[in-house]
């Protein structure tokens, strides 16, 4: 099946820090999504980004899915940023097609 | 945004005893609903997939007699833990989507199961 690597697996940051996440994936992919999860566990949806460039607040993402990765980055963070960001992609065929396969996740703490 | 329900969002019961844990899709139509499990510190795995009317199809690995699903509608999918046990103890996170096959996915808040 399609591998979903993220990196830095951990990151700690001051408040006011700007930060890049990297999903790597092996396979082509019809949809990538960034999620953060909150403390209560909550999937929060950030980005619905298979390529191309959005913006949304202090949030921005890049997938360039010719070269298999995407990046998240977060300007100017805060404390209520913290928490686990995961990428999830949904693969173009063959096996793992019909789900999303999660990344182990990035865990980010925010300090003040 | 669109938004999932899930309910309970803890629950605590006794070794061999069956949870339902309803899934809900409050403003939109989900053709397709899906269900994933969270161990503590880890990613999510998938459980199953199940469409409205259909089958569900269960993840390699996954007992189907032990998880059982049942998505009777467009906006209502459920999930029951059978003869629970302590090893059954874990997040269980529904999501579903409204379009396409691999449309954007939106996730219920999670329910806590506890299996004494």
């Known amino acids: 099946g399609i591998q979903v690597e993220q990196s830095p697996p951990d990151l700690i940051l001051q408040e006011g820090a700007n930060s890049t996440l990297r999903c790597n994936f092996s396979d082509s992919v019809n949809n990538l999504q960034w999620f953060h999860q909150n403390p209560w566990g909550q999937l929060i949806n950030l980005f619905y980004i298979p390529s191309g460039t959005k913006q949304n607040g202090r949030l921005s993402a890049t997938t360039v899915a010719t070269e298999r990765y995407s990046l998240l980055y977060i300007s100017s963070s805060q404390t209520t940023d913290s928490g686990v960001y995961f990428c999830a992609v949904w693969r173009a065929g063959g096996t793992s097609y019909g789900k999303l396969t999660f990344g182990q996740g990035t865990i980010l703490t925010v300090h003040p | 945004g669109a938004v999932v329900s899930q309910h309970p969002s803890r629950v605590i019961c006794k070794s061999g005893t069956s949870v339902k844990i309803e899934c809900r899709s409050l403003?939109?139509?989900?053709?397709?609903m899906f269900w994933y499990r969270q161990f503590p510190k880890k990613s999510l795995m998938l459980m199953a997939t199940?469409?409205?009317?259909?089958?569900?199809?269960?993840e390699q690995g996954v007992e189907k007699d032990k998880f059982l699903i049942n998505h009777a509608s467009l906006t209502l999918s459920t999930l029951t833990v059978t003869s629970a046990h302590p090893e059954d103890s874990s997040f269980y996170i529904c999501?579903?989507?409204?379009?396409?096959?691999?449309?954007?996915?939106?996730f219920g808040p999670g329910t806590r199961l506890t299996v004494l």
């Open positions: 403003d939109f139509q989900a053709t397709t």
């Open positions: 199940s469409n409205e009317g259909s089958k569900a199809t269960y």
């Open positions: 999501s579903a989507t409204s379009g396409g096959a691999y449309n954007e996915q939106f």
